[in-house]
């Protein structure tokens, strides 16, 4: 009889056993197909055509836009919703009383500052701005815009630099080191550059030897949701930075840096800013020539 029911109780436990791989398994299963669905739901949103206003001939600043809808150099069109930048004009309606504010080449996709104005009215430079948003400049030296490489039309993210003061001590924790921290602190991600300089919305021409492009004046203006406009205004008397960033880049959560003491910074470790390179990658590639 006590033999039975070890068998019972064995039979019982190896059945408790499967159940439970069973169920591991399965949730396995359903947490592997959802990361599948949601890669395929990104790629197929990536890929999704949406409608756009293109370019269909060349256009010279100031030409009407009811005038390139009537001759065809203006019309519907569509693109992959990744290749579609900010502010996309999708409607010829909107375009409508409206004057070129830039030359214009065929396949262009028409955005908010490339056309502008009333008739008549098209030196207005605050029909530059895309709908419900505001212009606001700051001052930036070379070393601290990327050496004059940024244009109207770029996306940069805006850091502020500083030090911060050494806390105050707290009771039953050790006590800060001496002295001031440099920090520096992710003010916004993925501004769009308006102007720089007086360049309203048009790339400066680069001298005959190719350098970089010289500004008018060291100033660059962005355009901002007016919520955001604050932040630069209430740092402009700190020092802020700019770093370049591709169009296609996605913004995400970035913590303030400090380098503190005993900090130790990414050379220390061996790391470089192509360990996020996919292998292979032409930027990989050239590591260590």
Known sequence: MQQKRNEVVVSSRRTLILVGAIAVGALAALLILRYVSGIEDKANNDTRLVSVVLVN??????????????DGRLALGERRSIDVPAATITRLDDLKSTVAAIDLSAGDIVTAGKFAGALGNSSSSSLQLA???????????????????????????????????????????????????????????????LAVGKNLNTVAAKPADGAAPVPDSDLVTFEVPPESAGFIAALGAKELVLTLVRPDYQPRPMPR????????????????????????SAAAQDVGR
């Open 131 to 193: 709908q419900g948003m505001t212009a606001v400049s700051a001052s930036f030296e070379s070393a601290r815009g990327v050496s004059n490489l940024v244009q109207p039309g770029d996306y940069v993210n805006i850091y502020a630099r500083g030090n911060e003061v050494k806390p105050p001590p707290v009771a039953g924790q050790p006590e800060a080191a001496d002295g001031d921290r440099p920090v520096a602190i992710p003010v916004l991600q993925k501004v769009r550059v």
């Open 57 to 70: 001939g060349d256009v010279k600043a100031g030409e009407k836009a009811d005038a390139l809808i009537a």
């Open 257 to 280: 840096t400090r380098i503190l003491p005993d900090t130790r910074l990414p050379g220390e470790a061996g790391r470089t800013p192509l360990d996020n390179q996919a292998p292979g």
